[in-house]
């Protein structure tokens, strides 16, 4: 077999540093070892916890990607353990915020609103948002980073939606 029968046999795959919910969770997992170093205590095992989910969002991300020329399945699974990692992350920024006494910011704050327009940037990076990451005040740095986590999940809902659609597409005209 050539080469180039090969490689029309396995579809392409990969392509994931497009996909806006890469993005957005390489945003998330640079943010969250940010926020880690500099709110929480080197030994506090959350602050492991918190940079793992961070990275298995992102990471599983890819591996569905990369996977996704051999098995659909595979790459479907794999995004919902990149989903459900974010939902995580985002417990433990909402545990943060109960614990030290801060709230989450409601849809109509000043703050959210900002950043809801940031989202809207295209091609947006860690320095789009550096501002709110970096902020002095925890309260407002995990709020951006919870903004920045209920996008990625969105993102990656939507992602799960439409490769399950696509899944079942050749399989309902193979069956006929």
């Known amino acids: 077999m050539s ?22 969770a390489e945003i998330v997992y ?5 926020f880690c170093d500099r709110f929480l205590d080197r030994r506090d095992r959350t602050r492991d916890q918190m940079i793992q989910a961070a990275r298995s969002g992102k990471q599983n ?13 595979m790459e479907i699974k794999l995004t919902n353990v990149a989903r459900a990692s974010l939902e995580e992350l985002l ?4 545990d943060f915020l109960r614990t030290r006494g801060g709230a989450e910011w409601p ?6 609103k900002r950043l809801r327009e940031l989202n809207k940037v ?13 902020h002095p005040d925890p309260v407002v740095a995990a709020n951006v980073i919870i903004g920045l986590v209920r996008v990625t999940s969105f993102l990656l ?10 899944s079942r597409k050749p399989a309902a005209s193979a069956k006929r």
């Open 30 to 34: 640079d943010a969250t070892v940010h």
């Open 61 to 73: 991300i890819v591996e569905g990607s990369m996977a996704s020329g051999t098995s659909k399945e």
């Open 91 to 94: 417990a433990d920024y909402r």
């Open 122 to 134: 295209r091609n947006a990076t860690y320095e789009t948002f550096r501002k709110g990451i970096e």
């Open 157 to 166: 809902d939507r992602q799960i939606r439409a490769l399950e659609r696509a």
């Open 107 to 112: 849809p109509n704050h000043a703050m959210a």
């Open 3 to 24: 080469l180039q029968s090969f490689m029309s046999f396995i579809p392409k795959h990969g392509g994931y540093k497009n996909l806006v919910s890469y993005q957005k």
